[in-house]
């Protein structure tokens, strides 16, 4: 991103609160339209587009929020983050588990392509599972979980916790679980 389209995203920044609080939720969007207009490259444009998603998250119009991501993977197929944003507004936004289902395999197919974002597609996987109660790939998750080894410089999220208690003794062995409690522990 060059110097001055930095600029105007902090000053959009710097006014987004305010303007949520006041719900001047029209004049984020023409904001956000006019930073769409003024990017110049294909991360410039990919930032906004993901601005604008959690825009229409937070006023609640997953239509739109759902049109946006598919203009940023249209924009960039191979982006982890678009396909982990399909997959969490499947989920989340509009739940629908089955498209969420679909989405995640795409995106972890994505991302072990770019050996980015693996952990965090696979607790995704793991999260959709349990609504689904699909054994198979929260078992088949948390192994992956177990033996992937980040890469030196990698970028990915720490191993997750949240999913833990949520997991039924019947979807996978003790032993997998117990040693993926051991290996996500907190370093003190």
Known sequence: MNDNFIEKIKEFDARLFASYRSARFHEVEARLDELLALAGNVDEKDHVLDMLVNHFHFIREPLR????????IALS???VEAWIGLTEHYHY???DIEKAAETVEIAFQKALAKNRQVRQVLGARIRIALK???YAAINNS???LL???LP???FDVALERDFIPQIPLEATTNDILMRYKELAKPKV
């Open 147 to 149: 033996t992937y080894e």
């Open 132 to 134: 689904r109660k699909d």
């Open 93 to 95: 936004h509009e739940e």
């Open 65 to 72: 929020a759902g049109r946006a991501l598919a203009e940023r």
């Open 77 to 79: 197929p191979d982006l």
């Open 142 to 144: 948390l192994s992956m």
């Open 152 to 154: 030196q410089g990698g």
